[in-house]
T-cell receptor, first 112, second 113 residues
Framework: DSGVTQTPKHLITATGQRVTLRCSPRSGDLSVYWYQQSLDQGLQFLIQYYNGEERAKGNILERFSAQQFPDLHSELNLSSLELGDSALYFC???????????FGDGTRLSIL | GEDVEQSLFLSVREGDSSVINCTYTDSSSTYLYWYKQEPGAGLQLLTYIFSNMDMKQDQRLTVLLNKKDKHLSLRIADTQTGDSAIYFCAERLSYNQGGKLIFGQGTELSVKP
């Protein structure tokens, strides 16, 4: 158990819809990272937050947004969903910038 | 550019050693990681090595880093069927580059009894 909690584990929805994925980092970790894992793209970094502030952006679509709240949990919002958004979305957390990232079990998003 | 390459498959017999190789391109990487992913599960951090180290040993796991050739390897001694999984190599970029992880495609390790 990594200590990173992601909910829900599975999400099935339709094209055009909007969903919110939630992540609770390990106790004490200030950094939260979001990654997308798909068959064609592999594991891709989306975005990072540190203590509530956005720190780095990767290959995140404009239809996607995220935030980190004062209690350090984070949410990834995906809107106007397309079939290609079907993937496993991981959250990871670390104590600081030079500390290892620990991953949650992911949210599997299926778009029908 | 940022790129991490791994071979896709490795098959070994139970009790043998497994060696999974990885090459990376970014010379400013600070840390290099190995993660394990079992079917339907998340990424489990196995071990990591700081970029100025050559070797790190942790029980059955040995990580070797050749910084000149940008080559990283993970050796698993006495491989067991429970080690069957996908192994990801990842380089951590410098803080100025966002500190993000760049992952390889993953190596699927199959351990035959």
């Amino acid at each position: 158990d990594s200590g990173v909690t992601q909910t829900p584990k599975h999400l099935i929805t339709a094209t055009g819809q909007r969903v919110t994925l939630r992540c609770s980092p390990r106790s004490g970790d200030l950094s939260v990272y979001w990654y997308q894992q798909s068959l064609d793209q592999g594991l891709q970094f989306l975005i990072q937050y540190y203590n509530g502030e956005e720190r780095a952006k990767g290959n995140i679509l404009e239809r996607f947004s995220a935030q980190q709240f004062p209690d350090l949990h984070s949410e990834l919002n995906l809107s106007s969903l397309e079939l290609g958004d079907s993937a496993l979305y991981f959250c990871a957390s670390s104590l600081g910038r030079d500390q290892p990232q620990h991953f949650g079990d992911g949210t599997r998003l299926s778009i029908l | 550019g940022e790129d991490v390459e791994q071979s896709l498959f490795l098959s070994v017999r139970e009790g043998d050693s497994s060696v999974i190789n990885c090459t990376y391109t970014d010379s400013s990487s600070t840390y290099l990681y190995w993660y394990k992913q079992e079917p339907g599960a998340g990424l489990q951090l196995l071990t990591y090595i700081f970029s100025n180290m050559d070797m790190k040993q942790d029980q059955r796991l040995t990580v070797l880093l050749n910084k000149k050739d940008k080559h990283l390897s993970l050796r698993i001694a006495d491989t067991q069927t429970g080690d069957s999984a996908i192994y990801f190599c990842a380089e951590r970029l410098s803080y100025n580059q966002g500190g993000k992880l760049i992952f390889g495609q993953g190596t699927e390790l199959s351990v035959k009894p």
